[in-house]
Every structure is written in C-alpha cells, then in structure tokens.
C-alpha cells in the first residue's frame, strides 16, 4: 500500500502566481479531502469529495482556491492567485467507504506552500 | 464554540508514566473518535479510533469514551521519549472531520 501521495513536497512561490497541489489517493478509497494546517489555526477543512464529486466546499476560504477531481485516483487543489496568508502546510487526507462509523483518514506527507 | 476542544499543553510527564490527553466535543451526533499522532514537520498519522462508550485498549494506548458527556481520553502508559508530539482528537459529524488544535506532549528522559 503507497499511502496517499501528495506533490509537491515543497513549494515556494510569489505573491499573485498559481499553485497547483496534487494528491493520489489510497486505492479503493472513495472519500478524498483536502485540509490545510496553520500555526494559528490548526487543521482546517477545506474540502471534501465522495466518489469524485465534491460535497462539501464550504472551508473553501475564497473563490482562489479551486478543488477538482477528475478521476478516484487524481485531485487538485489550485490556489489563483496566491497570496503570503496561503503560505501553509496543505494536506490530503483519503478514507475507505462509510458504514455505521466512518473509517479513520490516512494522511499524505503534505506540501508545504509559502507565498514571498 | 469550535467543534473540538483540546488543551494545547505542553504537557510534560516522565518517562515510564501515564500520560492522559483529553478532548470535548460540541455535537452530539458525532459518531466516531480518532486521535492521531503528528511529530514535527511530519503528517497525523492514526493511533487509535473508538465508536462505542468505553475504553479501547491497543498496546501502552487507551482510548476512552463517554457520550453522554461528550469526553473523548487517550491514555499512554508507560510513556517513552519517542512518544513526544502533538496528539490530535478527531470528531466526525457527517463524514466531516472535525480536528483539535492538538495537545503536545513532552516526555522526559
């Protein structure tokens, strides 16, 4: 099992260009979500997909940021333009089909984005 | 009120101790309890997930959980040096995630 798969590892950028972050799920996960960790604020989601459709959005800070999934193993997450208060370490998180319980999130490396 | 509350610590025990982190939660619906482990610079990896009232022990960890006051515990025993990080309780509430803001935990030699 590869785990979750996240480019880049490190991303440095400046202010007003596009990032793009990319994820590979677990196979056979069917839940992908996308979170973004911050001294200040913790871990914040921002948004999650179930079966490559998006279901909840709504920690998406701004209309910058953009989140597709084209395929169950393929996600982007694009910040246009970025901005220094994007700088963060961005995770991707994927988890195995719900029953009763939820199954537990299996996190990639995370890549972290500073914007000068 | 955030979803998840959790004291930031740091939380020093030495080492061969129990250490004892805990977390609230706001909403009752919530189902199911993770807590990960996260070293510095490194992604939460999972440590334990517990569904039902009770504890749940694997290995030196416990997990307990009580619904009815909406308390979620992680106990280590016999704490190690290599357990020194930040343990972050997770709530689920309709298949969203819910994190603390972790508590970090220092273990003295």
């Known amino acids: 099992d590869a785990g979750v798969i996240q480019s880049p590892r490190h991303e440095v950028t400046e202010m007003g260009q596009e990032v793009t972050l990319r994820c590979k799920p677990i196979s056979g996960h069917d839940y992908l979500f996308w979170y973004r960790q911050t001294m200040m604020r913790g871990l914040e989601l921002l948004i999650y997909f179930n079966n490559n459709v998006p279901i909840d959005d709504s920690g998406m800070p701004e209309d910058r940021f953009s989140a597709k999934m084209p395929n169950a193993s393929f996600s982007t997450l694009k910040i246009q333009p970025s901005e220094p208060r994007d700088s963060a370490v961005y995770f991707c998180?994927?988890?195995?089909?719900?029953?009763?319980?939820?199954?537990?999130?299996?996190f990639g490396n995370g890549t972290r984005l500073t914007v000068t | 009120q955030k979803e998840v509350e959790q004291n930031s610590g740091p939380l020093s025990v030495p080492e061969g101790a129990i250490a004892s982190l805990n977390c609230t939660y706001s909403?009752?619906?919530?189902?199911?309890f993770f807590w990960y482990r996260q070293y510095s610079g490194k992604s939460p990896e999972l440590i334990m997930f517990?569904?039902?009232?009770g504890d749940k022990e694997d290995g030196r960890f416990t997990a307990q959980l009580n619904k009815a006051s909406q308390y979620v515990s992680l106990l280590i025993r016999d704490s190690q040096p290599s357990d020194s990080a930040t343990y972050l309780c997770?709530?689920?509430?309709?298949?969203?995630?819910?994190f603390g803001s972790g508590t970090k935990l220092n273990v003295k030699p």
């Open positions: 517990i569904y039902s009232n």
């Open positions: 998180a994927s988890s195995g089909p719900v029953g009763l319980y939820n199954s537990p999130l299996h």
């Open positions: 909403d009752r619906g919530s189902q199911s």
């Open positions: 997770a709530v689920d509430n309709f298949n969203k995630f819910y």
